[in-house]
């Protein structure tokens, strides 16, 4: 490959048409990396040695393109790029770093026959990086390890790298030790990425079969997916068959990230890219798609499709009734661009009209939640997070719910299943006592308890996923002082003693507050929301008492007591004006009330109420 060429202030990159890539000097990685350990660093780094950014447009984190997750600093849509170095190609993968999208570090992984482990210094591998090694492992990727930050004073990388020996059998010594803030060691890993990592294998002359890894959905060139060439050649021009889908598109643009859009002719075996074929809607060329030519079909779909399903949900609704339709079309546009969150219209008494919404997990709710009151100026109320629920009924009917509102009369109940999950938790050995109480207060069975080293240790529990989504992840983070690391997978579902617990204002139920939960935690639960409720709902012209119930057993109840509110009480005399003036105010915040029966409820109550981490 030439070095990029400089011109007019540009760079002009040789385009892969220009030669083909002979498949040898060709090499696909991903990094895979604990939030915050230097992943973006270290690719900003690899661009810049690459001479793939001109350095007056480099800006931190460069691949990190939407602005959500250059505020949160973590990576949720996977980019790819590719580097020119050393005579060879680099295409980097990117993985996003969060437990909840660990179905797209799968599909990441298989466009891969390698992977840069980048690990803290000053930290050790933590537990969804592991669980990541050992899927790349599983599918036989070669693992380049690297300790980054060591040029922090706390960095201890001798420790850390006797520690990622033990628990991945990679020898000490053939750990990189890098800093991807000063740059010092890159130049090496690189170098080891092309000594080390195997070139891609494939046939040039089999039909087209290509992995899509990632779609999104640009305004005005409609899907734009990242694709990987297993066999045979992906021109532009041709028409091709999506074997999952079962529809045909035209490759109207194939080229490669540099990391700029560069339209190409085609692309090879091994060779890692973009495609673009006037599809609309993201959901018809999902990760895990297999392209293949219309013409000369490929006779199996690559294997591993498998669709992300939607683990946590939650209703959203509208502060303000009138933006019901708002929120559908935005709901609409996003899932242009992510076909992993689900939603259908519901009703509830107390919010009105809204909808059911399904997420991969918690962050992946809070994200979607904020891109639509930041993106499309909603402003939202977002029930409790709830879980998937078998229900078996007397009559031997089985139904699955997500809602609490669903869940039948308890007499014709037979049996209640949860789904569980196996949790894996690295910490350091001084909060274990910590870590240990909280798995047991949310039903944990532990598993498995092992050293990694002396200092720091990999717990496994089996846990009710429906407790896990209950801020524990923000439980762990707190009892450990941040040092604690979480993964978890999906094992199947259990029978478990649940309950309905219904909260009553003024003897009605509102079905916004009612949630599923453990039947020896129901009292526990009942009680914080009426405590909660009696601070915030406002005083009324009479009594209102708050309940919390299982059916018509009462758990806990408080009182708002009567108060008479005339805010032109104080107005003596006869400025009428004045007057109107704070009639129409009022009637103005009124639009931002809820009413349940005869009460009035500020729309923040039921913001505050439903929020999880009080
Ligand atoms: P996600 O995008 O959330 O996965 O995080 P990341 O792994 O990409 O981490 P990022 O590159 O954003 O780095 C996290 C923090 O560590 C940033 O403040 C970086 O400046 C800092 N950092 C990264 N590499 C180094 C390093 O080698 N030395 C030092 N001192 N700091 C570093």
Avoid: W
């Amino acid at each position: 490959m030439r070095a990029p060429r400089r011109g007019a202030g540009r760079l002009v990159h040789p385009t892969p048409t220009d030669r083909m890539t002979q498949l040898d000097r060709l090499r696909n990685i991903s990094i895979i990396a604990h939030i915050d350990h230097g992943k973006s660093t270290l690719a900003d780094r690899m661009l810049e040695i690459c001479g793939a950014v001109d350095p007056r447009d480099m800006r931190a984190q460069y691949l990190d393109s939407m602005d959500l997750e250059r505020e949160r600093g973590i990576t949720i849509k996977l980019q790819s790029v590719r580097l020119d170095y050393r005579d060879h190609v680099i295409n980097l993968i990117d993985t996003p770093g969060h437990v909840d999208f660990g179905y797209e570090v799968s599909r990441s992984l298989a466009a891969c026959e390698g992977v840069i482990l980048v690990v803290d210094a000053s930290q050790g591998i933590e537990a969804q990086t592991l669980a990541n090694c050992y899927l790349a492992l599983e599918n036989d990727l070669e693992i380049v390890a690297a300790l980054n930050k060591i040029d922090l004073p706390a960095a201890d990388p001798d420790t850390y790298a006797a520690e990622i020996e033990s628990v991945l059998g990679i020898p000490a010594d053939e750990i990189l030790r890098i800093s991807a803030k000063t740059g010092e060691g890159v130049d090496d890993l690189l170098g080891a990425v092309i000594d080390r990592i195997p070139a891609p294998e494939g046939d040039a002359d089999a039909p087209l079969q290509g992995l899509i890894f990632d779609s999104h959905f640009d305004q005005y060139r409609g899907v734009v997916s990242s694709i990987r060439v297993v066999n045979g050649h992906l021109r532009t021009g041709t028409r091709m068959r999506f074997m999952q889908a079962g529809a045909t598109h035209e490759a109207i643009e194939v080229g490669v990230r540099t990391p700029a859009n560069l339209p190409v002719a085609s692309l090879g075996p091994g060779e890692v890219g973009y495609l673009i074929a006037g599809i609309k809607d993201v959901g018809e060329a999902r990760s895990g798609e297999t392209v293949t030519e219309a013409a000369r079909p490929a006779g199996e779909p690559l294997s591993g499709y498998q669709d992300p399903k939607p683990m946590v949900f939650c209703g959203l609704y509208p502060v303000d009734g009138d933006e019901f339709e708002d929120l559908r079309e935005s709901l609409e546009k996003l899932r242009l661009n992510d076909s992993s969150f689900t939603y259908e219209p519901e009703t509830s008494g107390a919010l009105g009209f809204g909808f059911r919404c399904g997420f991969l997990g918690l962050l992946h709710m809070e994200i979607v939640r904020e891109r639509l009151e930041r993106e499309y100026d909603l402003n939202l109320i977002a029930t409790a997070p709830s879980v998937e629920y078998r229900v078996v009924r007397d009559d031997g009917h089985e139904i699955v719910i997500d809602n609490p509102a669903d869940l039948p009369d308890p007499g014709t109940i037979e049996q209640v299943l949860e789904p569980y999950l196996r949790t894996t938790i690295i910490t350091p050995s001084t909060y274990t006592g910590a870590l240990m109480d909280l798995c047991q207060s949310r039903r944990g069975e532990m598993v498995k308890m092992e050293y990694l080293s002396p200092e720091r240790l990999e717990l496994q529990y089996r846990m009710p996923l429906g407790e896990v989504v209950m801020d524990f992840f923000d439980q762990l983070k707190s009892r450990t002082q941040g040092y604690a690391s979480l993964d978890y997978e999906p094992v199947g579902y259990e029978p478990a003693d649940l309950v309905k617990v219904d909260i009553l204002i003024a003897g009605e139920p509102v079905d916004a507050f009612s949630s599923i939960v453990h039947k020896d935690k129901s009292y526990e639960y009942g009680k914080k929301m009426v405590d909660k409720l009696r601070e915030l709902i406002p005083r009324q012209q009479f009594d209102v008492p708050i309940q919390a119930a299982i059916g018509s057993r009462i758990l806990s109840r408080q009182t708002v007591k009567a108060y008479r509110k005339d805010v032109t009480a104080k107005l003596y005399g006869g400025d009428v004006s004045r007057k109107r003036k704070l009639l129409e105010k009022q009637k103005e915040g009124k639009k931002r009330m809820k009413n349940l029966g005869r009460v009035e409820v500020p729309s923040e109550a039921f913001i505050s109420a439903l929020r999880l981490e009080d």
